[in-house]
């Protein structure tokens, strides 16, 4: 079924992809990891994806076939991310984001573990649930290891935010928070009883705002090499559909 930007009788004006066919306008959901930017700005600031807020007592992932959030875990113990949660699109903590991390650690085996970057927003604002997108402003990070993986994530600020909008690096944030957000991830997969010493989670370092930067350039690479064949074989599908 080919579709084509059209009017639909009736519209005034409104153009969405359209099939004559059918009674009512056919609209798709972008999907939030590749067909969404990063933004012009980045990396000082990025578009986030948000999958979990601070009120969460549920672990949401998004679902990278579908991109639509689904339920990962419930959370096994009472604590909950203290910030807003989620993804950095079009980045893969691939290749060479592993390579940097491998060299500010000494840890030779590190890979990366082929997800998008994830990044942890501070706002004094309340949401009420995940499946959003905003700006952010990168200002650190934590240099987490899970697995042998790196799996760094980006601690941020949202764009404005009256508390928050103007630390421009981790260095400005309070202690306390930092700590939080810490504990969270070194307790976040344990489950309740499990001793301590199983956990695989550590965090090898907290870093400032340009070797946050750092870290996204890189993992903007490893997007660009890791789904560049899939990109060709999306435009081919596309000219093969909608012509040249």
């Given at each position: 079924?080919?579709?084509?930007l059209?009017?639909?009788p009736?519209?005034?004006g409104?153009r969405l992809?359209?099939?004559?066919?059918?009674?009512?306008?056919?609209v798709?959901?972008?999907h939030?990891?590749?067909?969404v930017?990063?933004?012009?700005?980045?990396?000082?600031?990025?578009?986030?994806?948000?999958?979990?807020?601070?009120?969460?007592?549920?672990?949401?992932?998004?679902?990278?076939?579908?991109?639509?959030?689904?339920?990962?875990?419930?959370q096994?113990?009472?604590?909950?991310?203290?910030?807003?949660?989620?993804?950095?699109?079009?980045?893969?903590?691939?290749?060479?984001a592993?390579?940097?991390?491998?060299?500010r650690?000494?840890?030779?085996?590190?890979?990366?573990?082929?997800?998008?970057?994830?990044?942890?927003?501070?706002?004094?604002?309340?949401?009420s649930?995940?499946?959003?997108?905003?700006?952010?402003?990168?200002?650190?990070?934590?240099?987490?290891?899970?697995?042998?993986?790196?799996?760094?994530?980006?601690?941020?600020?949202l764009?404005?935010?009256?508390?928050?909008?103007?630390?421009?690096?981790v260095?400005?944030?309070?202690?306390?928070?930092?700590?939080?957000?810490?504990?969270y991830?070194?307790?976040?997969?344990?489950?309740p009883?499990?001793?301590?010493?199983?956990?695989?989670?550590?965090?090898?370092?907290?870093?400032?705002?340009?070797?946050?930067?750092e870290?996204?350039?890189l993992?903007?690479?490893d997007?660009?090499?890791?789904?560049a064949?899939?990109r060709?074989?999306?435009?081919?599908a596309?000219?093969?559909?909608?012509?040249p």
């Amino acid at each position: 079924m080919i579709m084509r930007l059209a009017a639909p009788p009736g519209s005034r004006g409104l153009r969405l992809p359209y099939d004559p066919a059918m009674s009512a306008p056919l609209v798709w959901k972008t999907h939030p990891w590749h067909g969404v930017a990063i933004g012009s700005a980045a990396p000082a600031v990025v578009t986030a994806y948000v999958e979990i807020v601070p009120s969460d007592a549920v672990k949401y992932e998004m679902d990278k076939t579908t991109g639509h959030l689904r339920v990962d875990r419930p959370q096994k113990f009472s604590s909950v991310c203290p910030t807003l949660y989620g993804f950095i699109p079009q980045t893969l903590s691939g290749e060479r984001a592993a390579e940097l991390s491998r060299r500010r650690t000494g840890r030779e085996g590190l890979s990366g573990d082929d997800d998008p970057l994830d990044i942890c927003v501070f706002s004094e604002k309340s949401f009420s649930h995940g499946d959003f997108l905003l700006e952010a402003r990168p200002i650190g990070g934590l240099r987490v290891i899970d697995q042998g993986q790196a799996d760094d994530k980006i601690v941020a600020v949202l764009a404005g935010d009256i508390t928050f909008g103007e630390i421009d690096d981790v260095a400005g944030l309070p202690r306390p928070l930092l700590d939080r957000l810490e504990h969270y991830f070194l307790t976040y997969k344990l489950s309740p009883g499990s001793p301590a010493d199983k956990q695989e989670i550590e965090i090898a370092q907290i870093f400032g705002r340009d070797e946050a930067h750092e870290v996204i350039r890189l993992s903007q690479a490893d997007y660009q090499a890791g789904f560049a064949e899939l990109r060709r074989d999306l435009l081919d599908a596309l000219r093969d559909t909608f012509g040249p």
